[in-house]
């Protein structure tokens, strides 16, 4: 652990983390320090990524600490923000010249020192005049050191050592005694004169100290020192992997890995998705990357983000782990629409697309959502009553298609909606007939269909062309006949675009688009999903291509595709309607 570093508040810390459900995954904590050293064991529950808690650990406790280094200096008077470089060079010139005042101290003590030493050694020359001196004075100490200082040139400080003189002290070996410690006195000064004229000499000194202080305090580091930027980067560490997100309205979430569904023929009836509290459907599913973001909007219209890897990889049949541990939601507050948004996704130029089950749509630029904290970010003010059915990002210049539960359809270009800030409510997007309410939007691209799935597991394709384009706002014209179904969701796929579908129960299965035909708008489709008694389909999701079916095919209803007489009846009417729309 870090330097000053407390263990047992650390331990305290991971603890309250854990039960506050700030850090997910730790099933245990155990202190096995003992007289080998220190240790601290941390469990990790098997559906949790291991590296995911780790960083949550850097992240929320002192197992990783942050040394702030100040390098403010005062430079000539000037306070200045040095590199390191420049603050080692400081430091040099700062024992420099603690080296040379202590060598002047040093020196100025020795010459002081040796001065009286010499008046002391001439002293023993003449100590017979000297005694007969101070005898002859009869006024005290300062009237005998006054006359030796006028009688044989002694000075003052040399004066008050010799009268301060005992007579033991002119002994023959007492005598020795001075004269070798003035000699070494005067090697001595030389030597700090010589540092003192000399550079290189004092810088020796400097390096010859910073050496000794090494070898007295140095050890091997005991935590590592690392430049990090911003939080722990782990991605790297994680593999990047295709994964289905599923969310319940009940509000559990959890992502498996897109290999779990293998591809069935359509009409087969698919496999359980998950398990599911008494009650609780399947609300939101797509399929994206771990290293993706998750984008989550509340029924308070606000946003969260998720990195993909946080979401708990949960078993086929799992319910998965409720999302009020992943996200900071008010009391009440439930997510009620998710997008994957691509760790690539350049921020610049592009939209945040939303429409309500109302009708309404709003487009924000994606810049005002590029800072989302982990306490949300209002992402849209929603009226009351109203709820989100569709959030994506869009490039600015897309064409969308609109579609309602009653089987309605809308195509306007998205430039037809103004852009707005995060807090706004939006403008009409369709004009929706008493108890309809819009059940999806699709992106049209080039060379794809528009595949419309009913709540009974009733599908077919369309081409884009067929919806022709409106203004925003008006009534749209038919997508599928209301009286017969009720549209579940729609979806712009390829040929080469494999879909998932997941009903009320949670069964979830996976089928080759292309094995759905392409019909007219008026064209009720063929069964593309068997249903269990009392459910239907509720969630639409588009992956890549696998080529490997698993299912023997299930025998299929005939479409009830209509006569071209029929049809041009149909178009007709609705010609009629659009005009007076």
């Not at 399929?287 to 029924?299: A, I, M, P, Q, R």
């Not at 998720?306 to 998965?320: C, F, N, P, Q, V």
């Not at 904290?373 to 989100?388: T, V």
Request: aromatic share 4%; proline share 2%; charged share 30%.
């Amino acid at each position: 652990i870090p330097y000053m570093v407390n263990k047992a508040r650390l331990i305290e810390n991971i603890a309250d983390l854990v039960k506050e459900k700030r850090i997910e995954g730790i099933s245990d904590l155990n202190d096995e320090t003992n007289r080998k050293g220190m240790r601290i064991v941390i469990d990790v529950r098997k559906d949790a990524n291991p590296q995911v808690v780790l960083n949550q650990l850097y992240q929320y406790t002192q197992l990783q600490d942050t040394v702030g280094v100040i390098m403010l200096a005062i430079d000539h008077k000037v306070p200045k923000v040095l590199t390191l470089k420049q603050m080692i060079q400081k430091y040099v010139e700062f024992q420099d010249e603690v080296v040379r005042r202590r060598t002047q101290y040093d020196l100025k003590k020795a010459q002081e020192r040796a001065h009286i030493l010499e008046g002391l050694k001439k002293a023993t020359d003449i100590v017979d005049e000297l005694i007969a001196t101070i005898r002859a004075c009869k006024g005290g100490m300062a009237e005998a050191k006054a006359a030796i200082m006028e009688q044989f040139g002694f000075d003052d400080p040399q004066a008050d050592a010799i009268v301060k003189l005992q007579l033991g002290r002119l002994a023959g070996l007492e005598i020795l005694k001075i004269e070798e410690e003035l000699g070494t006195l005067q090697a001595k000064i030389r030597d700090w004169e010589d540092i003192l004229a000399n550079d290189a000499r004092v810088l020796e000194i400097v390096k010859n100290e910073l050496l000794d202080m090494k070898k007295r305090f140095g050890d091997e580091r005991r935590t590592e020192i690392e430049t990090v930027n911003g939080e722990v980067d782990i991605e790297d560490l994680i593999a990047e992997e295709q994964c289905v997100y599923t969310l319940t309205e009940a509000g559990y979430i959890k992502r498996q890995l897109k290999a779990t569904y293998q591809a069935q023929k359509r009409g087969g009836r698919g496999i359980s998705g998950m398990t599911r509290k008494e009650e609780d459907i399947v609300q939101e599913m797509f399929v994206g990357s771990t290293h993706d973001y998750v984008l989550f909007v509340t029924n308070r219209g606000r946003m969260f983000r998720l990195k993909g890897y946080t979401i708990a990889e949960g078993s086929r049949t799992s319910k998965g782990t409720n999302i009020v541990n992943l996200l900071q939601l008010a009391e009440g507050e439930k997510v009620t629409n998710m997008l994957c948004y691509p760790k690539d996704e350049d921020n610049k130029g592009g939209f945040v697309t939303m429409v309500t089950k109302q009708g309404l749509i709003k487009r924000t630029p994606l810049e005002q959502y590029a800072n989302i904290r982990k306490s949300g970010l209002i992402g849209i003010a929603l009226n009351e009553g109203d709820a989100l059915a569709w959030t994506r990002l869009t490039t600015g210049h897309d064409m969308l298609i609109v579609a309602t539960r009653n089987g309605q359809a809308i195509r306007f270009n998205e430039e037809d909606a103004r852009p707005m800030g995060r807090s706004g409510h939006g403008v009409r997007a369709i004009k929706l007939a008493e108890g309809d309410e819009v059940v999806g939007v699709c992106i049209c691209r080039e060379g794809a269909t528009i595949l419309t799935v009913t709540e009974n597991g009733k599908g077919r394709r369309s081409e884009i062309d067929t919806y022709r384009i409106t203004a925003r706002g008006g009534k749209g014209i038919r997508n599928y006949d209301a009286s017969k179904d009720k549209v579940a969701a729609v979806k712009i796929v390829d040929d080469v675009d494999d879909i998932l579908l997941s009903s009320q129960e949670g069964i979830i299965i996976r089928l080759h688009a292309d094995s759905i035909p392409v019909q007219s708008r008026y064209g009720s489709g063929v069964r593309v999903m068997r249903l269990g008694e009392n459910d239907k389909v509720m969630v639409l999701a588009r992956t890549d291509h696998d080529d490997e079916a698993q299912t023997e095919t299930v025998e299929v209803e005939e479409s009830d595709e209509p006569t071209a007489e029929q049809l041009a009846a149909m178009e007709a009417a609705d010609e009629a309607s659009a005009a007076e729309t």
